[in-house]
């Protein structure tokens, strides 16, 4: 299996400007999961997905995140509009056991100027 | 307070060394232990997991669990250069409620190996 694959690795946009997000987890993983990682917070979990429904949104910012996982090998995390404070690495992970361990895509580096 | 306490160092030691890394939690619910370890610009790439307290090794690697104290570790034997990264601690609820695929993480540590 190639692992969790999370496309574009690198985005940069500018501020107001609608941006995508997205996330293949391993095949048969029932868990996914959208973290954010930057200096000051660490790794900080945004929602996560079991068996393709959303299960807690609380990490979420603002209304300008949104995610969707409309099948069980893809989801997409959008922020619109976009603001240079989301800049930051995105990671999706998904896992197979209920509270095991998650296997984390390279993430996504968003620049937002 | 944070739910997961961890040094964020810089760690510096030398090749050949015994590494020690520590986290502390206070939610009492944790059941699932975890350590990653993430190489600059990469994904965390999980290194262990554990279930309840105990210890579990794996080549140079030794985790250990403290469910009374709280307290978890991870122990690197022989340290190389290569191990040069920043391990998070990660940790997860038993069954019940909302919380139960949540992985909590630590801040990370920042580990140099020199030669």
């Known amino acids: 299996d190639a692992g969790v694959i999370q496309s574009p690795r690198h985005e940069v946009t500018e501020m107001g400007q609608e941006v995508t997000l997205r996330c293949k987890p391993i095949?048969?993983?029932?868990?996914l999961f959208w973290y954010r990682q930057t200096m000051m917070r660490g790794l900080e979990l945004l929602i996560y997905?079991?068996?393709?429904?959303?299960?807690?949104d609380s990490g979420m910012p603002e209304d300008r995140f949104s995610a969707k996982m409309p099948n069980a090998s893809f989801s997409t995390l959008k922020i619109q509009p976009s603001e240079p404070r989301d800049s930051a690495v995105y990671f999706c992970?998904?896992?197979?056991?209920?509270?095991?361990?998650?296997?984390f895509g390279q993430g996504t580096r968003l620049t937002v100027v | 307070q944070k739910e997961v306490e961890q040094d964020p160092g810089p760690l510096s030691v030398p090749e050949g060394a015994i590494v020690s890394l520590n986290c502390t939690y206070s939610?009492?619910?944790?059941?699932?232990f975890m350590w990653y370890r993430q190489y600059s610009r990469k994904g965390p790439e999980l290194l262990m997991y554990?279930?309840?307290?105990g210890n579990k090794e794996d080549g140079r690697f030794t985790a250990q669990v403290d469910k009374s104290s709280k307290y978890i570790s991870l122990f690197i034997r022989d340290s190389q250069p290569s191990d040069s990264a920043t391990y998070l601690c990660?940790?997860?609820?038993?069954?019940?409620?909302?919380?139960?695929?949540?992985?909590?993480f630590g801040q990370g540590t920042i580990l140099t190996v020199h030669p």
């Open positions: 997905f079991n068996n393709n429904v959303p299960i807690d």
């Open positions: 990660a940790m997860s609820a038993s069954a019940g409620g909302t919380s139960y695929g949540k992985l909590t």
């Open positions: 554990t279930y309840s307290s």
């Open positions: 992970a998904s896992s197979l056991v209920q509270g095991g361990g998650a296997f």
């Open positions: 095949s048969g993983h029932d868990y």
């Open positions: 939610n009492s619910a944790f059941q699932y």
